[in-house]
């Protein structure tokens, strides 16, 4: 079945650096754009960073653009987030997220809409 | 950027009662409205793509309607497991990929 499973989250002062990772398995994750998405406590969702196919095309949120790095690895099946220059505002449960492929009709398409998710990892910025 | 908003915030209703969640995008964006549930501790979950389109595995008592800005989630008859957040989110104007604010479902 497919699994996500993210890592490398913890506390972190601001200005720090984080890495995520994110292992998947049960799915030709190179098939697959995936996404990260966070969600700070109490609060609702936010879309982090999308990465391409063979990792190509990234895109970022404005609130990240130019501090954290969206990368793959096909031959390992795993995804990551570089985050630095880390904000007290960053401290959320980081998901990744697999975009979805429907089919229908014998013929499939890929989406942008997220059909598996990992457990998430926490990341707390604080001093 | 495309800005969504849920109606209500939160509700309160009881087991077998039909429930209807709203959401509005600040510009038209066809159909590419999702809905998602959340559980408490837990990542969010695919019910409905496309607008009215039931994931694979989602229960056939949800569904999803609307176009251009105005969309609606319901419920047809509440389970107790369906007492969860639920969140729109858009995906035509997108990077970014908006999420509304939520709603949360609670027993009455």
């Known amino acids: 079945q497919v699994q996500l499973v993210e890592s490398g989250g913890g506390v972190v002062q601001p200005g720090r650096s984080l890495r995520l990772s994110c292992a998947t398995s049960?799915?030709?994750?190179?098939?697959?754009?995936m996404h990260w998405v966070r969600q700070a406590p109490g609060k609702g969702l936010e879309w982090v960073a999308v990465i391409g196919y063979d990792g190509s095309n990234k895109n970022y949120a404005d609130f990240v653009r130019g501090r954290f790095t969206i990368a793959r690895d096909n031959s390992k099946n795993t995804l990551s987030l570089q985050m630095n220059s880390l904000r007290v505002e960053d401290t959320a449960v980081y998901y990744c997220?697999?975009?979805?492929?429907?089919?229908?009709?014998?013929?499939?398409?890929?989406?942008?809409?997220?059909?598996?998710w990992g457990q998430g990892t926490m990341v707390t910025v604080s001093s | 950027d495309i800005q969504m908003t849920q109606s209500p915030s939160s509700l309160s209703a009881s087991v077998g009662d039909r429930v209807t969640i709203t959401c509005r995008a600040s510009?038209?964006?066809?159909?590419?409205l999702n809905w998602y549930q959340q559980k408490p501790g837990k990542a969010p979950k695919l019910l409905i793509y496309a607008a009215s389109s039931l994931q694979s595995g989602a229960p056939s008592r949800f569904s999803g309607s609307g176009s251009g800005t105005d969309f609606t989630l319901t419920i047809s008859s509440l389970q107790p497991e369906d007492f969860a957040t639920y969140y729109c989110q858009q995906s035509y104007n997108a990077p970014p990929y908006s999420f509304g604010q939520g709603t949360k479902l609670e027993i009455k």
């Open positions: 510009q038209t964006i066809y159909t590419y």
């Open positions: 997220a697999r975009a979805a492929v429907h089919c229908s009709g014998g013929s499939c398409y890929g989406d942008d809409n997220f059909d598996n």
């Open positions: 049960g799915f030709a994750f190179s098939s697959f754009v």
